[in-house]
């Protein structure tokens, strides 16, 4: 179809969604087996798309590492302007569960 100009996006940090984190929830048992699953797919993802790049010729091929921008994220959220997490608190079972910093996890 003569596509020139190619953006792969890998996968963000799975594990850190609600379903991985929170107590109670059916995920968070596979939390370390999510990320570590995330991790390798990026790795080999980086590969292939190096792999093409070689290849390509004059076609543009990039890779968004959309792992660690959303890791810069939620590791620095007030760097974005994610400050009031406070009213997206919730409850489970009468408590308040623990979401880290931020309230991000």
Not at 33 to 59: C, H, M, P, T
Not at 81 to 104: H, S, V
Request: hydrophobic share 40%; with cysteine; charged share 25%.
């Amino acid at each position: 179809m003569g596509g020139q100009h190619f953006l792969i996006i890998n996968i963000p940090p799975l594990e850190h969604s609600p379903k991985y984190s929170l107590p109670g929830e059916v995920g968070i048992a596979s939390r370390e087996l999510i990320g570590e699953s995330v991790r390798v797919y990026n790795r080999y993802l980086q590969e292939e798309v190096d792999a093409w790049k070689a290849e390509a010729g004059d076609k543009t091929v990039m890779l968004f590492d959309l792992e660690k921008y959303w890791r810069l994220i939620v590791d620095y959220p007030e760097v974005f302007g994610l400050t009031e997490c406070a009213r997206y608190q919730m409850w489970i079972d009468g408590k308040r569960p623990n979401l880290g910093r931020m309230g991000f996890w």
